[in-house]
């Protein structure tokens, strides 16, 4: 039975040295399911006991059946669930890259539109432009981190001051997008008083602070303010991004911190 991988086959001892091979013995050793003496077996008791082995193999090959059914649609739910997840990542990421690329075409439209703009000017643009495409190319890089093995991501000494001002300025687009489309001022800006340098891997982190932003500016109703401000705790540091827009209810409130949940519907993503 081991030898062929017949688990399921029963099997039963009959034989007539129940001396030589004692019951206790023989069933402690030997992997078989019931043991009898010739002389208590007749033609009608062997029916019986085969007739029960049978029904108990049939039992057991049906549950190996059901069995090898639930793993393959184990197998199915666990590679519809991986897609389903992979289709949130992507559509997470590609999120991130309409974000990024808002300022590089709004800046980009701007400086060919008008080929009049001081030197200071369409320096400060064009450092945008490329801080938002190394922005892109570092989303690139943490979208292969999720389907490929390697070291860690390297961290970069960055200073917070230019952090929270790259992010208000990738932002800035879609601000002026928002009070032309909508006609009311957004009033953006920062609150940091440090100089402090922080080890970070500074484009997700600038990432995460432009998705904040991009949102609050997404929930105002009306002319208000958003502000980033930067609080030094011991051992940490903690950014936020304050708004007077809708805020949220309660009910979503509970879910802003789960993975790609969104209020906005096809316009979003989450974060």
Known sequence: RDQRNLDAMR????????????????????????????????AHRMR??????????????????????????????????RLKVLGEL??????????????????????LDDPSIEEDERQEFLEIIMRAGKDAAALI????????????????????????????????ARKDERELRDG?????RSEVDTDVRVSCHGAELRQALLNLVINAIDAMKASGEIILSVDLGDDEIVFTVADNGMGMESDVLEQCRDAFYSTKGGEGTGL
Do not use: C
């Open 11 to 42: 099997l039963v001892m009959r034989t007539g040295q129940p001396g030589t091979a004692p019951e206790e013995g023989v069933l402690s050793l030997l992997d078989i399911n019931d043991y009898w003496p010739k002389t208590e077996i007749t």
């Open 48 to 81: 019986t006991i085969l007739t029960g082995l049978i029904r108990s193999y049939r039992d057991i090959k049906t549950l190996e059946s059901q069995n090898a059914k639930l793993r393959e649609m184990q197998r199915r739910l666990f590679e519809q669930q």
């Open 90 to 111: 992507v559509s997470g990421i590609t999120h991130d890259f309409n974000n990024v690329l808002t300022p590089i075409t709004a800046y980009a439209s701007i400086l």
């Open 141 to 172: 890089k943490r979208l292969r981190s999720y389907y490929t093995t390697g070291g860690n991501q390297v961290r970069h000494w960055v200073e917070v001051r230019e952090l929270v001002s790259d992010t208000i300025a990738l932002a800035r």
């Open 184 to 188: 009311f001022d957004i009033d953006l």
